[in-house]
């Protein structure tokens, strides 16, 4: 993975948290990275160049009326004011690569001096057993500070942990030795035979981003929501909002375009129609 600056532009030793989004069903992570970036006027500060990420290119997300640049798979955005720096992935991994481009973000991470990785991703509605919708949207949450996977912060803001996490399942243990380079990933097919319903989890991108980060030493949380497919504009604010609580964001300041707080990214307007009622999130 090769990290390209843009011309003029450099990193901001302050920005030492990082939030990216792991792709997964309705793309919820990706939608609350982008309203994250357009909320807190994050700037463009360069790009990623991975061989396992497909390509693609389009107009600027996060304006009116575009000028010209271009959009590319990976792209590193900086807010000093926020101490933020954000990944936008808009591309999938090529298939079969999940854990090497998991290998590169981490060392890239390591690289440029971040502490902390927040990712935002969403998890299979079909696949929750425990409904409760009492309290409305649920965020769930994995992190490193714990065996685990538990955390106190997350817990004091009523977050639940993901129970199907457990360091010692099968699957789970293959991540964090593939991670820490203790097995070839062509040993996989040795598991295949046997894999479970239990092996849905550690399957998904966030899980392996997830032990990549940790084999570098770096504080990880993973904040997770269910959904299903379809107009996830309703889970990426929700999971937007829990990443602002965690960081320590108020998201009242931000300068809001939609009747609300948040800033709605224009390009969302081509394919869901105009800002909805944001005070209403």
Not at 128 to 153: E, F
Not at 241 to 259: Q, R, W, Y
Not at 263 to 272: G, L
Request: charged share 20%; proline share 6%.
């Amino acid at each position: 993975m090769e990290f390209n600056l843009e011309e003029g532009k450099h990193l901001y030793d302050e920005c030492s948290t990082l939030i990216l989004p792991a792709l997964s069903i309705g793309n919820v992570g990706q939608l609350a990275v982008d309203v994250l970036i357009a909320s807190t006027e994050a700037e463009r500060v360069g790009y990623l160049d991975d061989p396992n990420v497909l390509p693609c290119v389009g107009n600027d997300a996060y304006i009116p009326v575009p000028q010209g640049d271009l959009a590319l798979p990976l792209e590193a955005y900086e807010s000093p004011s926020s101490a933020l720096t954000l990944i936008q992935q808009r591309s999938p991994v090529v298939k079969g690569m999940m854990v090497e481009f998991a290998k590169n973000l981490a060392d890239f991470a390591v690289a440029s001096g971040k502490k902390h990785i927040v990712i935002l991703s969403s998890l299979d509605f079909g696949r929750w057993q425990t409904v409760d919708m009492s309290s409305g949207l649920q965020i769930y949450y994995l992190s490193n500070t714990n065996v685990d996977g538990s955390d106190d912060k997350c817990e004091k803001l009523g977050w639940k942990k993901m129970k199907e996490y457990d360091p010692n399942q099968k699957l789970w243990k293959y991540l964090d030795n593939l991670a820490e380079g203790n097995v070839e990933q062509d040993d996989i097919s040795l598991l295949e035979d046997d894999l479970g319903e239990e092996d849905y989890y550690p399957s998904l991108p966030f899980a392996a981003m997830f032990s990549c980060f940790k084999a570098k030493g770096l504080k990880v949380t993973c904040l997770l929501c269910y959904c299903s497919e379809g107009d996830n504009i309703p889970d990426a604010f929700h999971l937007a909002e829990a990443a602002c609580s965690f960081v320590g964001l108020t998201p009242d300041t931000f300068k809001g375009n939609g009747g609300g707080k948040w800033v709605i990214p224009f390009s969302w307007q081509s394919v869901y129609g105009p800002p909805p009622d944001m005070s209403l999130f």
